[in-house]
């Protein structure tokens, strides 16, 4: 079981674990939670994070919903590729893929929501076959398409070429990230989260980004500094909702406006006021509450209601 981190609200229920095997092979290590037959939902976690980032939004809906959440690759117990090759936008749209076909049943559809890298995610995936057959609805959550170390604000200089080969640097710098202690949770803070962020979810998402590996966090930092799913978010032809933190440096708002703009079926652009990067961690009510509302809107009300009958 993942290491979930601890809340006022209780305890988490005990998941079923389930390994969703890639196109290239590649096991993915899946947690199911909540009731058999409740309406679906699927959670992506972004770069250097895990399961366990999704702690509040599972808690909450697994009470009435089957919460399904993955760990990328090289994240939490998915074991990183040995192949230089794995790590790619087309890596992260398999792995979904194959989550999708492992989890849910013949003609189930479910609401996605996707953080940072896991937005990406959901957008690589824009163009399959199986995601457009099983997305009744998505969530892109702190997320951006392209331009990532050009528009990032973590560094306190102006835009241009110097920012971006810093911004670049230091994102994909090799050195490990240590313990976590003082300073490098005030680090974290700055550069991720906003600056009203509560000391215990700074300690939860500090205590997450620093259990990643150094090596996936590094490779999957270059791949995502070249990211280019503009053309993607332009396939995204179901109804999405977008989520974003008003003081967010890594994917400042411009990113969420920019989506706005091009989806197809944008349902509604939220700005999260003095909230950083980690939205689900540091807003976790408004983020859950969303995720909630489009279960509602847009899964198919017989399938909710015989998801109900079953439940019941």
Wanted: aromatic share 4%; with cysteine; hydrophobic share 45%.
């Amino acid at each position: 079981m993942s290491r979930l981190f601890g809340s006022r609200t209780g305890s988490l229920p005990h998941p079923q674990e389930v390994i969703a095997v890639s196109a290239d092979g590649a096991r993915v290590h899946v947690e199911v939670y909540g009731p058999e037959g409740a309406p679906a939902v699927v959670l992506a976690h972004g770069w250097t994070c895990s399961i366990a980032f999704w702690s509040e939004q599972i808690r909450d809906l697994a009470r009435d919903h089957r919460v399904i959440a993955y760990d990328q690759r090289g994240h939490g117990r998915t074991p990183a590729p040995a192949d230089p090759s794995g790590y790619s936008t087309r890596a992260l749209a398999d792995d979904l893929e194959a989550v999708l076909a492992a989890t849910l049943a013949p003609g189930e559809r479910a609401v996605l929501a996707g953080h940072s890298m896991g937005g990406m995610t959901l957008m690589a995936a824009a163009t399959r076959p199986a995601f457009r057959e099983r997305a009744a609805a998505v969530l892109l959550c702190s997320t951006g398409p392209s331009r990532l170390v050009a528009e990032s604000l973590v560094l306190p200089l102006p835009p241009g070429g110097v920012r971006t080969r810093l911004t670049k640097s230091v994102l994909g710098a090799r050195a490990p990230l240590g313990p976590v202690n003082a300073l490098s949770r005030k680090i974290l803070k700055y550069a991720t989260m906003g600056p009203g962020s509560a000391p215990e979810r700074v300690d939860a998402c500090a205590r997450i980004v620093h259990a990643c590996p150094r090596r996936p966090r590094v490779a999957w930092s270059r791949v995502l500094a070249e990211l280019d799913l503009d053309a993607d978010v332009r396939e995204l032809d179901l109804p999405v909702a977008v989520i974003a933190g008003a003081a967010d440096r890594l994917t400042p708002p411009v990113h969420s406006r920019g989506m706005a703009g091009a989806l197809p079926q944008c349902v509604g652009l939220e700005e999260l006021a003095g909230m950083g990067h980690m939205t689900p961690v540091e807003a976790p009510e408004a983020v859950t509450a969303r995720i909630r509302a489009l279960v509602t809107s847009y899964l198919p009300v017989e399938q909710q209601q015989e998801q109900k009958e079953e439940v019941a």
